[in-house]
């Protein structure tokens, strides 16, 4: 437990990025009046999967050589296949969707991969609420309770266990041979530990190399 992996570090002062313009007319086919929090939940699902799928029907496109609604090209021999259902775990929860096929299976989103089942953001949630040393099992409660998921024990184990496998790896990196300066530290942090939660020391070394890195 002495050695960390560097973390990306959001700053609460940070300036929130400029987001592209909605046209007035898709709001208005969107909010006919007043608006629960529900139906505004459902409303920024249903223009996800819409954007979402738009831009996978874009990959293919991209992949076959031509857009959708246009001639296919004499040399090419492969074409559209009709769509396949997935559904993907989001931040906001479950989200089905209709993956687009080509004839001869050759066609890799990069959007959402094959065989891929979470869509960004959602392995965070779980690493998190690990790192706070919540079980698996009070992970599980959490997700069905918030979003509506039942997740499997051996999902989380798989996501939770990739982390590790990274640690392991970043841990047992070659270094530099040599640190003109080294600082050291500690940090005071709450883990469970054999089902008690108690606080333990995470020791921290950092190395500037002569070129100040």
Request: charged content about 25%; aromatic content about 8%.
């Amino acid at each position: 437990r002495g050695a960390c992996m560097p973390t990306k570090k959001k700053s609460a002062n940070a300036t929130a990025r400029e987001l592209p313009s909605i046209p007035q007319e898709l709001i208005e086919q969107f909010v006919k009046g007043p608006m629960s929090a529900e139906a505004i939940q459902d409303a920024s699902m249903a223009f996800k999967k819409a954007l979402i799928e738009r831009a996978l029907g874009a990959e293919l496109g991209h992949h076959l050589g031509y857009p959708q609604g246009a001639e296919r090209p004499e040399e090419s021999t492969n074409q559209r296949n009709g769509k396949s259902s997935k559904t993907v775990l989001t931040d906001d929860g479950p989200l089905r969707l209709d993956i687009p096929r080509d004839r001869d299976g050759s066609f890799a989103p990069i959007l959402i991969p094959k065989h891929e089942r979470r869509f960004t953001g959602f392995d965070d949630k779980i690493i998190a609420m690990y790192a706070r040393g919540m079980t698996v099992r009070e992970i599980r409660a959490f997700l069905s309770e918030q979003y509506g998921t039942d997740v499997s024990h051996d999902f989380i184990s798989s996501v939770t266990d990739a982390v590790m496998e990274e640690v392991s790896a970043w841990q047992q990196r070659p270094l530099e041979p040599m640190y003109p300066v080294i600082f050291f530290d500690a940090l005071r942090v709450k883990i469970r530990d054999e089902g008690l939660v108690c606080n333990k020391a995470i020791y921290l070394a950092l190395g500037v190399l002569p070129d100040g890195t």
